[in-house]
């Protein structure tokens, strides 16, 4: 009898156990469910950055995973497997550019598109805060002028076709940007399309001053003066290979980007808020740009 009470007792204390040991399990193992990204005009940021996206919880970001667009704007992964207590607590979706590799667990500066969501949905765009800003209103001008190869005193040296700079005319020349001052991590930079690709006639955060690529040694300007307090460049030296300057920039396309600062590359970033063909017609003539916003990336994010 012993032996059976034992037996007895042992098939018992065995559900038991296989009901503690379940339970265990299941509360150890993480739920998680799917965010999902339609994103489109992303561009493929080369091997030194990636994209990632953030979700915000109680004002923390918590990653949810880098990827990387091919030439075809094709994202490498849309899906994002994702725990289902912060997909259900999260308030802002945040995409940001970010070095690669990249040490700092933090989001990046370069906050690029952002959406709020509501129910399961938020609609990303630059429009949202943190990221650049809302570029629905802007505009700008620019004219046709070589000032930096004007010694003291000349008025001009009859090439004034060879420089563009961004405001209106006069003495001296004034702004005339509509456009919103950048977040931390991003510059504005004016290019000139050449006969070989995009020539920059440098990086600028305010309208009122010469650019910052103002008296370098890598500048396309002349060496008879610094140019006049706004951004823009003349081009008559460094010509990069393919080029030939004097540039005559009539009938040639003028483009207002947004960079990421720091800038990995040398081209052109995606955001191109601003752009326009330069008429045949040098200063006092001025020319208007055209709002160029089908470049800005737009799209939802889904939990």
Sequence with gaps: MKTIKKIMLGLLAAPALLLVGCSSDDDATPQNGNLTLAITNLEDLGTNARYEGWL???????????????ASGVLSETSFSVATETLND??????????????????????????????????????????????????????????????????????DESGVWFGLPGAPPTPDFTLPTLPEGWVYEGWVVGETGPLSTGQFTAFDTV??????????????????????????????????????????????????????????????????????????????????????????VTR
């Design 56 to 70: 915000l919880v109680d004002g923390t970001p918590i990653s949810t995973g880098t990827f990387s667009v091919d």
């Design 90 to 159: 999260a308030t802002k979706f945040i995409l940001t550019v970010e070095p690669n590799p990249d040490s700092d667990p933090a989001p990046s500066a370069q906050k690029l598109i952002a959406g709020d969501f509501n129910g399961t949905t938020a609609a990303v765009s630059t429009s949202v805060a943190p990221a650049i800003g809302d570029f629905s209103s802007v505009a700008g001008s620019f004219f046709l002028r070589s000032p930096t190869d004007e010694p003291v005193g000349s008025v001009n040296n009859g090439n």
């Design 211 to 300: 650019d910052l690529n103002a008296g370098a040694s890598s500048s396309f300007s002349g060496t008879e003066q610094v140019g006049p307090p706004i951004p823009g460049e003349d081009f008559f030296n460094n010509a990069p290979t393919g080029e030939t300057f004097p540039l005559d920039i009539r009938g040639r396309t003028v483009v207002i980007s947004i960079e990421p600062s720091p800038d990995n590359s040398p081209a052109p970033f995606l955001l191109k808020p601003l752009a326009a063909v330069a008429g045949n017609d040098t200063a006092p003539a001025t020319y208007s740009f055209n709002q160029n916003l089908g470049s800005f990336p737009t799209g939802t």
